[in-house]
């Protein structure tokens, strides 16, 4: 059965954990779907592990509908999420025209980085049939305002700002929270503040799902690793092992542990 918006729903009403990786072409699609990943996305991060850039900003709309078509080609029955890169989503009108290309490319659902500025883009697309994950919290597209990849949300004042936002995007008519890189306490306030399932990538084990990069839990980014990811290939010589006790280990609740979560 192919996984849906209502699949994930479901998931979060029962209390269970969904797992969700990024793929960026048609035979790692297929096997992370076929390993029982439920969600697919098609990230930015591509300018990062496949083009070797040290941003996301990069990445060009042409890059991602190529990556997305080539994804929908593999995929066997998962959700399909697909990043609208940097600039790709200035406007209401540019969001309708470049969304409108991913969704027709293959993806299912649309993902945009930003804070209560992105209302009125999630609205315009959500009443004209394009779900949307909002991504909170360690924003990649904002290094440059961020002055770097750290942490987000670490004191109350920046908390109570993140569960606002939160809470006000899914009423703008977000599907889907994705949260990267807050403490685990702040990822556990806001699944509980939405109705909205929330994926967490770095936010600890208290999100409804969980993301990681492709290469990241294969162990094969070079560079530092960061502390939410794990390698998964390191226990076992079979990719497709790996990708199945990444699912396993997200059902459990096993993964992320402690040592992959940011307390405070
Ligand atoms: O681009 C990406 O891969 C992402 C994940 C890190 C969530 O946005």
Redesign the pocket.
Known sequence: MAVTINTLREFKQKGEAFAAL?SYDATFSQAVSEAGVHVI?I???LGMVLQGHDS?LPVTMDQMVYHVSCVAKGNRGSLIMA?MPFMSYGTVESALENAAELMRAGAHMV?LEGTDWMKETITALTERAVPVCA?LGLT?QFVNKFGGYKVQGRDEKAAEMMIEHACELEAAGADVI?L?CVPAPLAARIAQAVRAPVIG?GAGPDTDGQ?L?LHDMLGITSGRKPRFVKNFLAETDSIQDALQAYVKAVGERTFPAEEHTFKA
Do not use: A, M, Q, R
């Open positions: 990024t996305l990230g930015d991060s996301t990043d993902k991504h990649p994705l990267e990538i993301i990069v």
